[in-house]
């Protein structure tokens, strides 16, 4: 498949980038405990950056889980909590190959709805002078609760994101509607899937996927293209089926 071209001339080798809800680490409806099994398959993947929601902060025998799923291979990740429940938290988590320099957690939550989180964190590169801003995010299941979230998204672009500086926002928006286009558009953020497609992808159930609410938006990317995963062994590893993508960076800001 050909690179979408949002700019000419990339500073480096392509980068691959994986987003998925991981259920805490459970199959739908919680059947069965598969963290060990989805750390094999991310790995598979050979991404350079991973987004994860709905991972555990300390969970059981594993420790972190974020921790566990990047040990060996990501040498950098970061964790947002968003919620604490029974002595046990969990929230959003980027893994990484490249140094983060720098992270914030911006709590998206609102009153008498389940807390929501948007990791932001800047990524140094090996090539090019510039930095990579990346931000993971769990938005909710309220479409009022999405728009206003969508809305401090767009205000924490504008303020942390240099104009020139290449951006990923990926994640689970549950935007079953597909409403969060016309919301991001204008600060510049263009859906991977959607722009290549024509449609964004479907991932929700995993087994059997109707619902596209999983999303790889981009801003300032030289290139970038979806990556199909196989059906199996995804279905059987969380509710939500993965995305996965390969972006090339500008070679200047």
């Not at 998925?20 to 790995?43: D, Q």
């Not at 420790?63 to 060996?72: K, N, R, S, W």
């Not at 290139?223 to 196989?230: D, V």
């Amino acid at each position: 498949m050909r690179m979408s071209a949002a700019k000419v001339g990339a500073a480096s080798s392509p980068l691959r980038l994986l987003t998925i809800n991981i259920h805490k680490g459970y199959t739908a409806f919680n059947r069965r405990f598969v963290l060990h099994e989805l750390r094999e398959a991310v790995r598979a993947v050979r991404c350079d950056l991973v987004f994860l929601q709905e991972v555990k902060g300390v969970a059981g025998s594993v420790g972190a889980q974020y921790e566990f799923l990047a040990d060996q291979i990501w040498p950098d990740h970061a964790y947002g909590r968003n919620a604490v429940s029974a002595g046990q938290d969990h929230g959003n988590a980027v893994l990484s190959r490249l140094p983060i320099v720098r992270n914030h957690n911006h709590d998206l939550s609102l009153p008498g709805a389940e807390p929501r989180g948007l990791l932001h964190c800047v990524l140094v590169l090996p090539a090019g002078p510039f930095e990579l801003h990346v931000m993971c995010v769990h938005l909710g299941l309220s479409e009022a609760h999405r728009r206003h979230q969508l809305v401090r998204l767009c205000e924490t672009v504008h303020r942390e994101v240099p104009a020139g500086a290449p951006l990923v926002v990926a994640g689970d928006f549950n935007d079953w509607r597909s409403r969060a286009d016309a919301l991001l558009g204008p600060s510049g953020l263009q859906e991977v899937f959607c722009h290549t497609f024509g449609g964004h992808a479907r991932t929700y159930p995993a087994g059997f996927p109707l619902l596209r609410l999983d999303r790889i938006y981009v801003r300032g990317i030289a290139a970038y293209r979806p990556l199909p995963l196989p059906r199996r062994p995804w279905s059987q590893l969380s509710d939500h089926a993965p995305l996965a993508a390969e972006i090339e960076l500008p070679e200047s800001p």
